[in-house]
């Protein structure tokens, strides 16, 4: 079993940055790949960054690339989403998620975190 908790969430205005980490415990995250999914009020979860365990292989929804970058530190166990210039629309829950094997399919996910809040003001 592998336990995720995010945190970092707040209100932030556009344009400012913001880092939301996604502590794992219960087991080593080496080998899993780790995922952020996020949900806005009224809108399904949708997919927005993935790393494998390696930190090799990452990839980005459309919506975020080149504003976002997701990492991790195996050695603390951690994974990381910095969020820069952001905007209303990223106002969402963010999710971690973890599973053996690289996707950026949130029905393939095993373990979820509880989400941590991000509001963005215009």
């Known amino acids: 079993q592998v336990q995720l908790v995010e945190s970092g969430g707040r209100l932030v205005q556009a344009g400012d940055s913001l880092r939301v980490s996604c502590a794992a415990s219960g087991r080593t995250i080496s080998s899993y790949a780790m995922g952020w999914f996020r949900q806005a009020p009224g809108k399904e979860r949708e997919f927005v960054a993935a790393?494998?365990?390696?930190?090799?292989?990452?990839r980005y929804a459309d919506s975020v690339k080149g504003r976002f970058t997701i990492s991790r530190d195996n050695a603390r166990n951690t994974v990381y989403l910095q969020m820069n210039s952001l905007k209303p629309e990223d106002t969402a829950v963010y999710y971690c998620?973890?599973?053996?094997?690289?996707?950026?399919?949130?029905?393939?996910?095993?373990?979820w975190g509880q989400g941590t809040q991000v509001t963005v003001s215009s």
């Open positions: 998620a973890a599973r053996r094997g690289f996707s950026i399919n949130e029905y393939a996910y095993d373990y």
């Open positions: 790393i494998d365990g390696s930190g090799g292989l990452i």
